[in-house]
């Protein structure tokens, strides 16, 4: 019982395998595997991914902390959905766009995430990119960049909301 006391007492909602292990000091791998099963058994945690769960179901959870956390790597937010939150693209964006330095497409309850693959040197600079709300996000003229590397005819709808000027120097700086 203390374990799941101590689960909904922390701000987190989303853990990893490992952060359960940690948390409720259990190295043997079957006794934590046999404790989240009956925690998952008893509604206090949800599946949400291999070896991700939460405390919430997974509809409530914010799509960009849960887009960060599938991963399990260093990532940030950019391309599609930072140009059309931004209103750069006006096509509708299915999926949350994060760089890391795999490529992958993930569908997690309502929500498609991509991860496109970045060189370190490229993934790992950090002009252009802000932390916001526990995730990191690329600017405008980042995003715009990131995209512009990975496809380098890509038509902006509204190129006027970008900084040229700004966008020439990240890509400069950054080496792409």
């Known amino acids: 019982m203390y374990r799941i006391r101590e689960l909904l007492q922390l701000d987190r909602k989303i853990y990893h395998t490992n952060d359960l292990a940690v948390l409720w000091k259990i190295s043997n791998r079957r006794t934590l595997y046999m404790t989240i099963s009956r925690s998952i058994a008893r509604g206090v945690l949800y599946p949400i991914y291999k070896g991700l769960y939460a405390t919430v179901p997974v509809e409530t959870l914010d799509p960009l902390i849960l887009g960060k956390a599938i991963i399990h790597r260093y990532t940030y937010l950019t391309t599609e959905t930072v140009l059309a939150t931004a209103g750069v693209i006006s096509q509708t964006v299915y999926d949350y766009t994060f760089v890391a330095d795999i490529s992958k497409r993930v569908s997690v309850g309502p929500w498609l995430f ?46 006027d909301l970008i900084d040229i000027e700004k966008m020439k120097a990240i890509k400069e700086e950054v080496g792409y």
């Open 114 to 159: 991509r991860y496109r693959q970045f060189k370190d040197e490229y993934l790992f600079h950090p002009v252009g990119v802000e932390e916001q709300n526990g995730v990191f996000t690329a600017t405008v003229e980042r995003a715009a960049a990131d995209m512009l590397y990975f496809s380098p005819k890509y038509h902006f709808d509204v190129p």
